[in-house]
């Protein structure tokens, strides 16, 4: 299988090279020429299958430069009982009520949904580069919001031939995210915290790509630019596996009939996780209404209500930091598979320019056939955290909580018949400081103790790689930051090293 770009042109490449190269030389992003498809026989196959076979099979499908074979031995090293050791495998869906079930996301390394792309793309990344003949070594430049810096970090940390720099925004990353990146151990390993928020650390990431004279500066010392951002095909890929895997686990567990349509809602920022769902039903997986949840930034819920993409608008830090998000990279994929190349090439040019752009009416209501846009406002947030343990006795991160009340949104408006199925994509105890509050009205002043009194308050007991952040070393200062123009200046030192 071939991949084109969102915008058009002529380049054309295989899944090894999308991988090892992150991004299309016009700028656009990586697309599968043609999808492949996932039918019921095959899904009653998947059912008896472990989650590494599952990601084999349903990976194999997309990345055909790879062999099942090496996918498999992939997959058995990233989502391993010593990797992701919460009961129920790598990617458990926990029943909340008669119509809503939750697909826990959180039991990676460092406890967020992230881990389950990151934990498997070094491997396919170290495979790209054999398998393309590519000479010299991936310099791997992301931006992150918090949850995307650690998880590569992670992930890649000691890889062979990759070296990995992580941009983070000093405003609305929360300490245990600081903390998890500053104490990041490996050789291989840079984090730069910079003086802005997220979308300029992405903006500046994104120049810095497409910069010749920075190309070139890497290029002499040996490096060549790759993405662990979400516009990779690396990164989306595995993001689909843990769709067909609820689908097939809610089967086994007689909560779904085959073919049943499943209703889906995830708690969305750059339009990755929930983009590989819609991936994973254009492929023939029974999913039904896709929705769309955002937080206080409700970029897509206008969106979806208008056909205006309009990024000229206020940003607000809020207590789902990862969703803090006014340019949703992944949306140009969709508007690839509904409008093609050629307009979405016009609607990127738009937003570069002018900060927006207008689909026009047909592409809207494609578009909100598949998707449903909704928003959830911070008091709103803490009032679901606090609903849903009244409730159920099940405790949920801020993320999760926006997911869940747009879930709710959407089947008190819509009325669905569908089941519904909500991703969960962060550990409570990630986000304490705001779950705590949350849950008791009171706030405390240490991030720690909001984990330590949650723990005593509801009795979960809190992630081992959170418990262990007390003890660790801080390698990179998080009060030494760059200006969001300096950040060229910060790659090259690291390349110099
Ligand atoms: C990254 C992230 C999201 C948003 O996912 P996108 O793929 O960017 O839409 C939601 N929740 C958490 C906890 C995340 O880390």
Known sequence: ??????????????????????????????????????????????????????AAYVLSKFLTDYTEQELLGYAERSYSAERFPGEG???????????????????????AFKDMALQIMPHLLSGALEKT??????????????????????????????????????YGVSR??????????????????????????????????TDPEANKYLAERGYFFSSANSINWGRLAPQIVYYV????????????????????????????????????????????????????????????????????????????????????????RLLWFIAGADATRGFMESLTSGGSYTVPADTLADARRDFYGASCNEEQTAECIRSTYEKYGYLIDPHTA??????????????????????STASPYKFA????????????DDEFECIDETARLTGVTPPAPLSELRSKTVRFDPDKYSMPEEMLDCVKRFADK
């Open 1 to 54: 299988m071939m991949y084109i770009s969102t915008r058009g042109g002529d380049e054309r490449v295989s899944s090894a090279q999308a991988i090892a190269q992150g991004i299309a030389k016009n700028g656009g992003l990586f697309v599968p020429e043609e999808l492949p498809e996932i039918s019921e026989a095959e899904i009653t196959e998947l059912i008896g299958m472990s989650y590494p076979e599952r």
């Open 402 to 423: 926006v997911g869940l009340y747009c879930a709710e949104t959407y089947i008190g408006e819509e009325k669905p018949q569908n089941k519904l199925l909500c991703v």
């Open 89 to 111: 495998g790598a990617a458990p869906v926990h029943t909340l009520s008669d119509k809503i079930s939750v697909l826990e996301l959180f039991h990676g390394p460092t406890c």
């Open 245 to 332: 895997s609820a689908y097939c686990d809610m089967i086994a567990s007689g909560r779904l009939k085959l073919g049943e349509q499943l209703d889906v809602s995830v708690p969305t920022g750059n339009f990755g996780d929930i983009f590989a769902a819609y991936i994973a039903k254009r492929c023939g997986l029974p999913l039904g209404r896709l929705v769309c949840a955002s937080n206080k930034n409700r970029i897509l819920t206008d969106f979806l209500a208008t056909g205006t993409y309009d990024r000229n608008r206020d940003f607000y830090t809020t207590m789902s930091p990862s969703m803090d998000i006014l340019i949703s990279s992944n949306l140009e």
């Open 133 to 170: 003949g590519v000479k010299g070594d991936a310099f791997i430049l992301t931006a992150t919001s918090g949850d995307t810096g650690k998880a590569a970090l992670d992930g890649y940390h000691d890889v062979p031939r990759v070296r990995i720099m992580v941009f983070y925004p000093v």
């Open 176 to 209: 245990v995210q600081k903390l998890q990146m500053s104490t990041q151990e490996g050789e291989n390993v840079m984090v730069c915290p910079v003086k802005g928020n997220f979308d300029d650390t992405q903006t500046g990431v994104k120049r810095i790509f």
């Open 433 to 444: 400081s705001n779950v705590y509050p949350a849950l008791t009205g009171k706030k405390l």
